[in-house]
């Protein structure tokens, strides 16, 4: 599997600590997307606006592309590792209910050939 990620950090200043904590997250979603070719992420985080009264609000946006799938996720909190924490686990789920809701079609068109075959084995 090849994961490519492109990292945006808009209205704060980017550190080597930063994407740092954002490619560990990333490279946590791996082991779900090891069956992918190749996968690219999209990640996008920053200060949403400087104009709050109570604090600042940020922002952490994913977007993920495997195989023609799409995933997209936007979180906003007021701690941006909180958010990026949050968006990770939310983009994780969309990951999940994808893969078991493929894997059940499977199952059941396996039941239905299997079913099929039965009554047509009672024909004899």
């Known amino acids: 599997m090849k994961l490519k990620l492109n990292l945006k950090v808009t209205g704060i200043e980017s550190t080597p600590a930063l994407a740092e904590f954002v490619s560990a997250k990333i490279n946590q979603l791996e082991r779900f997307l090891s069956r992918e070719d190749e996968v690219l992420v999209e990640v996008e ?3 949403v606006t400087a104009h709050h009264k109570s604090g600042e609000i940020y922002s952490a ?4 592309s495997a195989n023609g799938k799409r995933f997209r996720v936007v979180e906003t909190q007021d701690d941006l590792y909180a958010a ?3 968006a990770k686990d939310e983009i994780l789920n969309q990951i999940r ?3 078991d809701k493929s894997h059940s079609r499977l199952v059941r068109g396996g039941r239905k050939i299997k079913d099929f ?3 047509f084995k009672g024909w004899r």
């Open 97 to 99: 209910n994808a893969h």
């Open 61 to 64: 946006e994913i977007n993920l």
């Open 117 to 119: 075959l039965r009554g």
């Open 45 to 47: 985080i920053g200060k």
């Open 84 to 86: 990026i924490d949050v």
